[in-house]
Every structure is written in structure tokens, then in C-alpha cells.
């Protein structure tokens, strides 16, 4: 089974709009960390916010929330007032691990999402 | 600051040469990490090193070596070069391993 699953390969939003990008998770871990990536056409991967699975409050960094359900293992990234630059592949990422073991990121296959003028 | 810098940015190869990237972590970052992204894919973890020690491996064949130096700076190894192995490398640093992974602007190998 996939570890993380995004199911929107593609996403077109109106400059200004908000977007939200989908994102579910599957671990047995209870100690664990979600993270959104915004990869543009140069390849970087930028890191955009994190949520800990025990952070009682959804993140928030600018324009960019997650929106965290962890009853259903959902960490959605809500974009508000999208901007040209914004357009990018999108990618959810999940930190398990713990001890002297490895803090490895799982990631999904990304969503790419375009921005209309 | 400067943040995680990686050399070279492109390399072209042959099959079955040898091919060494080379990345250096945000100052004050103790880890480094691997990953490989092959088009239209997500990364995938290759190695975690903290303090010179190897931390974890993914799933990747022996072919693949990575080792870290006393400087935190980084090199990942890869031998006898496949066609398969023609991806994007990135290379993140964090603190200690369990903080925030920053990226770098990645290697792209292609393997004629």
C-alpha cells in the first residue's frame, strides 16, 4: 500500500482563487511529520510547511495552511489567493522514524498545478 | 546563508561508468540525505548520514555508495551506471536528521 497518496495529478486555478491539493497518509506510527514541497520546472524542492501529528493546531505559513484530519489521515495544503508563481508540481511528504533509525521522507507522486491568468 | 549547493548540476555518462555527486549541507546542518527522482515521480530515499554514520539506506542496489566527511559535506557514488539510473539527484540537509529537510537544486545524470 502507497504511503502517500495524492490523487489529483493535475490542478487548474484562476489567479487570486484558492486551491486546495489532496493528500492521505498511511502509517502505524504515532509519532510522525508531514511536509508540502513546491517543485517548479528548475527541479529544487522547496519546503513549504510542516505538521507534526501531534500538533493540535493546522500549520500555517503565509498563504499556504494544511489542513489536518488525522482521524482520516488527510494533511490537504490550502494555497489562498493564488499567484502565476505558484504554478509548480506539488509534493506531499511524510517523516516516520524514530531512535537511532533514519528520519527518511516518503513521497507522493506529486500533484502539478497550473495557474490562470 | 547559503543554502544546500550540489555538484555538478548536469552529467552526461555512459553504461557501466562510474559517477560521484558531491553536495554540501546549510552551515550549522550535522545531516544529509539522498534522494532520487526519476521523471514523473516522486523522490526516493537513497542514504541518511548524521555525524559520518550512515543512518538508514533505502532500497537501492550496492551500486549505490554515499559517504560524509568531517565538514557535514557529502558525496553519493554511484558504479556500473544502468540506463535506469538516469534521474534527478537531490541532496537535503537538516539538523540532526529529524528536523525540516532543505533541498538543493539536484544533479541531473542522464545514462546513454
Known amino acids: 500500500a502507497q504511503k502517500i497518496t495524492q490523487t489529483q495529478p493535475g490542478m487548474f486555478v484562476q489567479e487570486k482563487e484558492a486551491v486546495t491539493l489532496d493528500c492521505t497518509y498511511d502509517?502505524?506510527?504515532?509519532?510522525?511529520?508531514l511536509f508540502w514541497y513546491k517543485q517548479p520546472s528548475s527541479g529544487e524542492m522547496i519546503f513549504l510547511i510542516y505538521?507534526?501529528?501531534?500538533?493540535?493546531q493546522n500549520a500555517t505559513e503565509g498563504r499556504y495552511s494544511l489542513n489536518f484530519q488525522k482521524a482520516r489521515k488527510s494533511a490537504n495544503l490550502v494555497i489562498s489567493a493564488s499567484q502565476l508563481g505558484d504554478s509548480a508540481m506539488y509534493f506531499c511528504?511524510?517523516?516516520?522514524?524514530?531512535?537511532?533509525?533514519?528520519?527518511?521522507?516518503?513521497f507522493g507522486k506529486g500533484t502539478k498545478l497550473s495557474v490562470i491568468p | 546563508d547559503a543554502g544546500v549547493t550540489q555538484s555538478p548540476t548536469h552529467l552526461i555518462k555512459t553504461r557501466g561508468q562510474h559517477v560521484t555527486l558531491r553536495c554540501s549541507p546549510i552551515?550549522?546542518?550535522?545531516?544529509v540525505s539522498w534522494y532520487q527522482q526519476v521523471l514523473g515521480q516522486g523522490p526516493q530515499f537513497i542514504f541518511q548520514?548524521?555525524?559520518?554514520?550512515?543512518?538508514g539506506r533505502g532500497n537501492f542496489p550496492d551500486r549505490f555508495s554515499a559517504r560524509q566527511f568531517p565538514n557535514y559535506s557529502s558525496e553519493l557514488n554511484v558504479n556500473a551506471l544502468l540506463l535506469g539510473d538516469s534521474a534527478l539527484y537531490l541532496c537535503?540537509?537538516?539538523?540532526?536528521?529529524?528536523?525540516?529537510?532543505?533541498f538543493g537544486p539536484g544533479t541531473r545524470l542522464l545514462v546513454l
Open positions: 537535503a540537509s537538516s539538523l540532526r536528521g529529524a528536523e525540516t529537510q532543505y
Open positions: 502509517t502505524s506510527d504515532q509519532s510522525y511529520g
Open positions: 505538521q507534526g501529528s501531534y500538533d493540535e
Open positions: 511528504a511524510m517523516r516516520e522514524g524514530s531512535g537511532a533509525g533514519s528520519y527518511q521522507l516518503t
Open positions: 552551515s550549522g546542518h550535522k545531516s
Open positions: 548520514y548524521y555525524e559520518k554514520e550512515e543512518r
